[in-house]
DNA sequence: TTTAATGCAAAAGATTTGCAACATG
DNA sequence: CATGTTGCAAATCTTTTGCATTAAA
């Protein structure tokens, strides 16, 4: 599954600005880097992306993979799913709850709510696949990190 | 931020009971390491969890945590964040989304709806700092792995 | 006693870093 | 031309595995 050609022309664009606004250079491999991702509706990991920009580029190296792509997602221009950076955590609550976690600490803590629970899906969704169990995660920043502490 | 004790026993039992009927083993080690995540409401990773453990049973090894956790994880006795198991995965679409996710195959997909963008959170999340982004995650199995498969 | 689970040490994987060569602005 | 960026190789960090020993049922 790709992105339409014109939704990645933007895309581009908004990337070249953001990399002028920020006198970041335009490298060849930022480019691709960049355009592989952009035109992935699938959302790829490091390596994945490096294995496609390598065909087209052969002599590019997983490490500018890897810096790139932490670069953008620092300028905002890509996003990570999840939880990403870190490792697996574990959770041994098994009643139906949520999420909100600190963007700058990454203190997690569970939060219940009957709405949404019961959230409705659009109908979308149901052509997607048989649904399971539905998850909110609410990302911020906790009282701790905004100085608010007790 | 750490779980009743009522609570923590309750979970335990289950984790007995678990193990009896399916014939797993009640060990040492297995027990100090469900009850630390059963008593610990702040979502450790395997190393974390290590750690704790450590404290009171010295001997105990790092990859039998990771062992355990996984099996925990397969009993359902525990439950992993996010996108746990996997690698980083990034995305471009900057537009406010939520993903669909096969919990066989690891297939995601963003769906989009104003309904779920403008969900209320309960009252009790303001109090834990300031929100940002609200992200709905649903867990299914994607029709290829249905074998519905178009 | 039988079988599964542990600890150790080593392997495998994933990600990051120092540095000289190179390309961009 | 000056500086930031790349590729390489090595280092680091995380997670997994093989195997002899140990412990649970």
Redesign the interface.
Known sequence: ?SIEKQEVEQ?MNHFQAVCRDEGIKLTHQRMEI?RE??Q????????Q?FQRVRNRMPTVSLDTVYRT?WL??DL???????????????????KEHH??V??RCG???????E??DN????E??D????????????????????G?GA
Do not use: K, W
């Open positions: 599954m895309r960049f991702v952009a992935s509706g699938d959302h790829p990991d490091a390596d992306i792509l953008l997602n905002g221009l890509v996003v990570t799913l999840g939880f990403s950076r870190e490792r697996a955590r574990f959770d041994a609550n098994l999420h909100f600190c963007e203190f997690t803590r569970d939060f219940y709510s709405a949404l959230i409705r899906l659009p979308s969704v052509s997607l696949g048989q649904i399971g169990a539905t998850h909110v995660e609410v990302r911020g920043v906790c009282r701790e990190c905004l608010t």
